[in-house]
């Protein structure tokens, strides 16, 4: 499941996940357990790769292609900044936890067959 944003006159997938967690901790070197402070001092490089990773995944989640680098991500920002605050939004509902109302029946790789 993806997400779609607008950045300039073009609709991308976007997708906040483990995979995208993964792109960004080896981006940035860091590691998973860094992760968690992620918030509370994020530096706009990270707010721009964290937002490419996002965009890399759920392009590959949407089987699309994307070009698309941390400078252009930057440049995005500068025309349009609240796509910063969407896209924080975007990942902080991707990893709230879900409540019952909103499962869809768990993990896949954690049913019993």
């Known amino acids: 499941m993806f997400e779609v944003i607008e950045i300039g006159n073009e609709s991308y997938a976007i997708r906040f996940g483990m995979n995208s967690l993964r792109m960004f901790c080896k981006m940035q070197n860091v590691s998973l357990n860094e992760i968690s402070n992620l918030g509370n001092n994020m530096s706009l490089d990270e707010a721009c790769a964290l937002i490419l990773c996002g965009l890399k995944d759920g392009a590959r989640k ?52």
Do not use: Y
């Not at 698309?68 to 709230?96: Q, R």
């Open 62 to 113: 949407a089987k699309k292609e994307i070009n698309l680098t941390v400078d252009d991500i930057a440049d995005a920002l500068d025309d349009d900044m609240g796509l910063l605050e969407k896209c924080m939004e975007l990942f902080t509902e991707s990893f709230s936890p879900k409540t019952k109302g909103n499962s869809k029946g768990g993990s896949k790789a954690l049913k019993k067959k």
